[in-house]
């Protein structure tokens, strides 16, 4: 009876530890195939798929906040597919689907929570790649006018002309027009003067043209341009243009005024004039005279006082 017991013990004890063993060397196989399949895709995504993505970036002149973002978006890919791939390779499927299902599902909570956040991010990223401003570029957008001073991957920071600094998020710059006045090395200015109907139009012309040419910062190509663009109730309108290279802000506000000031002294001496608006009425007048109402005092005359 006692052998009995003994041997069922035994044999009870032998399977345990087989069971033990067998469990031990499934586990160690398993986590041999996870941190081979990591190791392995790791590796060629960190030392082979991102140099040369590095390089191709920089090579095609890129950003280097652009450059910088891609290789720490693809570093924490790299993890991913590598642990996708481990799991795979070690029959983590059980895993996996779970895994799989969890990140979909938080994914879609934080697209939904943060859908303006992930707006400014992706926004900020083709801003650094078009290159529609720089910093220091002088633009308008949406009525409002600065200096770009800062191009982040979520804002860009603005400073207006009265010192104010306004932070943009890139949502507003990617989705509406932008004007980039000093995009290019030349800047045109323009600006319509009238003169009367009696006046000469060939000499207010030249005085137009003249005074272009004597403004400091005026560009000689292309050459300044007067046009007869407009015949308005009061005046005939003649529009100047001229050119500035390398434009600011602070040059054109500058030019512009020289300009203007310049013309108008010669307008001034040439006595050619510049008619404001008015209204004309014709017609007649009459005033008729109507007697007044008597004015009743209000007492019973039938009462002596």
């Known amino acids: 009876m006692a052998g009995g017991l003994f041997g069922i013990g035994q044999i009870t004890v032998d399977e345990l530890t087989n069971s033990l063993v067998n469990e031990v060397l499934t586990g160690v196989s398993v986590a041999g195939k996870f941190l081979i399949g990591f190791v392995l895709v790791y ?3 960190k030392r082979v798929i ?37 799991s795979t390779l070690a029959e983590f499927g059980v895993v996996m689907s779970a895994f799989a299902t969890l990140s979909g599902a938080i994914a879609l909570a934080v697209g939904f929570a943060a859908q303006d956040l992930i707006g400014n991010f992706v926004s900020g990223i083709f801003i650094l790649r078009d290159e529609p401003f720089h910093v220091g570029d002088w633009i308008e957008w ?23 600094l306004i932070t943009v998020p890139n949502q507003e710059l990617a989705n509406n027009p932008v004007v980039n006045p000093v995009a290019n090395d030349e800047l045109r200015i323009s600006f319509m003067f009238g003169i009367g109907y009696d006046d000469d139009i060939e000499q207010a012309k030249q005085v137009i043209l003249a005074g272009a040419q004597k403004t400091p910062g005026v560009s000689n190509s292309p050459e300044p341009a007067v046009r007869l663009t407009e015949l308005g109730d ?5 529009v100047g243009t001229a050119w500035i290279d390398n434009p600011t802000h602070s040059e054109y506000v500058r030019v512009r005024s020289d300009f203007v000031q310049r013309v108008k002294e010669g307008f001034d001496a040439e006595g050619i004039s510049i008619p404001y608006p008015f209204t004309e009425v014709t017609g007649e007048l009459s005033i008729e005279e109507t007697q007044a109402p008597a004015v009743s005092s209000g007492r019973d005359p039938t009462v002596n006082d």
């Open 43 to 45: 590796f060629v995504a």
């Open 50 to 86: 991102k140099p040369r993505l590095k390089y191709l970036l920089k090579n095609r002149q890129v950003n280097p906040t652009v450059v910088s973002l891609t290789m720490s978006v693809s570093e924490a890919v790299s993890v991913i597919i590598a642990i996708a791939a481990a």
């Open 142 to 164: 949406d009525g409002m006018k600065g200096v770009v001073r800062e191009v982040e991957l979520r804002t860009t920071k603005i400073e207006t002309f009265d010192n104010e």
């Open 234 to 238: 009061s005046y005939v309108g003649l």
